[in-house]
DNA sequence: ATGGTTCTGGTCGAAAAGACAAGAACTATT
DNA sequence: AATAGTTCTTGTCTTTTCGACCAGAACCAT
């Protein structure tokens, strides 16, 4: 059993027998737009447990290094994606019995990228997908562990994220026009927001966006060509809150 | 080394001891309003390392147990205190070293309560202390391990659950006023509010707070006897947004 | 030219935020 | 008892923001 007696934070006159061993893994969900959906990288498993099914990817915690750089590593790893900022610490899952094996406890993070083609090549693509969230969420496809568990806790962050930060930006290009970013939003909130009163919202946040000056080429359906901005400072944690503009009825 | 062949989120074909071994804890930090301060509680270490000095009080997760579990037990344990739904998973810490003798990665919790004396009852209360969250920020008082660094992220969380949802009930009494929740939010954010304004905002939020119709006894300083109000439903994590007002500048 | 589509800017009413004044209900002091 | 000081509550006013909607601008297709 373990020592209580002075009830201190962490184990006292301890050595490695005498606590439960577990392993600890990191997990990463990474977050991108594409076809104005989100999307998510998913990879499938070859061995058991669960052998076949789709997981999100991630891989042991060495003693080495942080849980930071060891989530940075494994992004790496399977995915040849470097993102030292942009990854998020959103929870930790130790439930007994989510390894059928061993005691793992896993600390996930999140990810915004914008360019996928990038993502999939330092991998084998044959083992990566990158799938709808809404099929994930909707359990059109089974992920292995508690991984759904884990998307669905990745999104609700991401959506708080997207309102309290700036990190809206990461999921488009480095420019972008004003439809793209709202299709951000719209699509990870599920909502349709007014095109007019959102660029105002948006412009109005000083250094949120900046223009560049080019325009768009229009789509095939024609329309006005759009305005081009680039990312402006990508806010931090504690920084002022941008609130989008909600929707209400219309009639 | 650990086998990154497939990619996936756990590992595969692992034995016990093909994978580093970390031992896992929890770590809690107690936040309550005493004299419109905020303040935690904080336990005193007996023994080596960080001997003598302050820490956020927690221990062992076991492998039978999840960690929200684990946090309960331990802070049941140590306080004699059941809080079985405000417990709020805040971050986990791996950083390598942060326990100079074994790899330990914690999983560190937030509890919001109001009454104190009910808290340190369960323990020794030689080695339990409620001090200023002030105190420990501004590093007058040194925490063992990298507890400042967590009670500094747990504050910080605090305020957006404040701002989010509706756990500013929990730092007060089962009826208490409108002043003394005002109170709350000041020593939290640090700010003045308009009295008037607050009340108002908060009123205005349906089923927020209700009125008891009895009254306080106002101070010693006299003055108007304050209406008695009960929380109303506490808002979970995805509920609507309660904004407080903000105070600009006076003349 | 004409109609359809998409982005941009303008306006207007409703709602909310914030400042401040005034009243209400108490205690303490003279 | 009258008065002053304190604290909570209510009222009102101005300013700002939100959300809806319309009209114009800039493109495409036929």
Redesign the interface.
Known sequence: M?T???????????D?SQ???????V?IVILTMSDGALHMLL??????PFKGMW?????????????HEAARR?LA??TGVDVPTLLT?F??????GR?P???????AYLAVLRDVGTIVAG??AA??LLVPVGDVRSEKLDL??D?LQIVRDAV?RAR?ELE?TGIATAFVGPTFTLAELRAVYEATWGVELDAANFRRSVVAEDGWVIPTGRRTQPGPAGGRPAELYRAGRAWK??GPIHRLPRTTERN
Do not use: C, M, W
């Open positions: 373990t209580k007696s002075d009830g201190a934070g962490a184990p006292i006159g301890y490695p606590f439960p061993a577990f392993a600890v893994t997990d990879v499938r498993r070859g061995e058991a997981a999100i990817p991630g891989g042991f915690k060495r003693p080495n290094e942080t849980l494994e790893e399977e610490q929870g930790a899952y130790g439930d007994p390894d094996r061993i005691n793992v406890v896993t600390v991998t084998d083992d990566a292995a562990f991984h609700d708080v309290v944690h504690g």
